[in-house]
């Protein structure tokens, strides 16, 4: 693979993310921890920053490399301007330093919630033998709605909400989104809270801020965060019709996890939000 492809196809997904209203001002960050294929796309490039110390340690992802969008930069500008607004960087052979490849220019850095990344990364990396690469973070407007209609949201009533709004969401995320209550973004304590997370899901609501969602690659990562969008979406569209009259059943949840032999984790649901 080359650099180039890589780097448009970084491009394509933070276009996406602006266009669809996920990524005002400089809102949001993504981050691909690059597979062998995409690891030859970079071989020969040398350190280009000292070693920068991480706020967190990830030992398991020694040696790794990674895309990253960059601190303060608009998602809307990095295909018209990659060296500028997203960079490659590799860890140290402990996991507890980083250098920078190609990129941020000039004097730039990853995002801010380059530790959230990370910690997720370890995880996910441990938790699915290896398959995901891909970590994104985004405000999606009306999941994040969602947690200033409801007072009493939960990672099961939220997941059960969204599943039975839109009949794709059981089949892309049965293990369930996760809610977490407000944190500080950029903390270590929202990035260990999230990693925790993602031991079990591929999506976490961050409560009044946004979504990270995890996957295989950005396509899988970005779709997930789509489907969930999508179900938010259209149950805010019933509320502002009169509210909702009927919905998926459990039963026909149960027949769609049954036809697509999903594992799903069907303890999660529960009654509506709000008591409803
Ligand atoms: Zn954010």
Redesign the pocket.
């Known amino acids: 693979m080359k650099r180039e492809i890589l780097i448009r196809h970084v491009a394509k997904t933070t276009r996406d993310m602006w266009d669809r209203g996920w990524a005002e001002a400089n ?3 993504v981050s691909l921890r690059l597979n062998e294929e995409q690891n030859a796309a970079v071989v020969g490039l040398q350190g280009q920053s000292e070693w920068i110390p991480l706020s967190v340690a990830a030992p398991t992802l020694q040696g790794e490399r990674f895309i990253f969008t960059g601190t303060g930069r608009y998602l809307r500008n990095v295909e018209l301007a990659p060296e500028r607004n997203i960079g490659i960087i590799e860890l140290n052979l402990c996991g507890t330093a980083f250098r920078i490849l190609w990129g941020f220019e000039s004097n730039g850095r990853p995002t801010s ?1 380059l530790a959230a990344h990370l910690l997720s990364h370890a995880t996910i990396k441990e938790s699915t033998n290896n398959y995901a690469h891909a970590v994104i ?3 999606t407007p009306s999941l994040i709605a969602l947690t200033y209609a409801f007072a009493d949201l939960s990672t099961s009533n939220l997941t059960s909400l969204l599943w039975r709004m839109h009949a794709e969401c059981v089949v892309v995320f049965p293990r369930g989104i996760e809610f977490l209550p407000w944190m500080m ?1 950029g903390s270590n304590t929202l990035a260990h809270a999230t990693a925790d997370a993602l031991r079990t899901r591929t999506l976490v609501v ?1 409560e009044h ?2 979504i990270v969602g995890t996957g295989r690659n950005l396509d899988e990562a970005f779709g997930r965060i789509y489907v969930a969008e999508k179900a938010a979406e259209i149950y805010l569209a019933c509320a502002a019709a009169g509210g909702v009259k009927k919905a998926l059943t459990d039963d026909q949840l149960q027949a769609i996890a049954d036809n697509f032999k999903c594992n799903w984790e069907k303890s999660l649901l529960a009654g509506w939000p709000g008591g409803a």
């Open positions: 809102g949001g960050n919630e973070h985004t405000h973004a961050w801020h946004g």
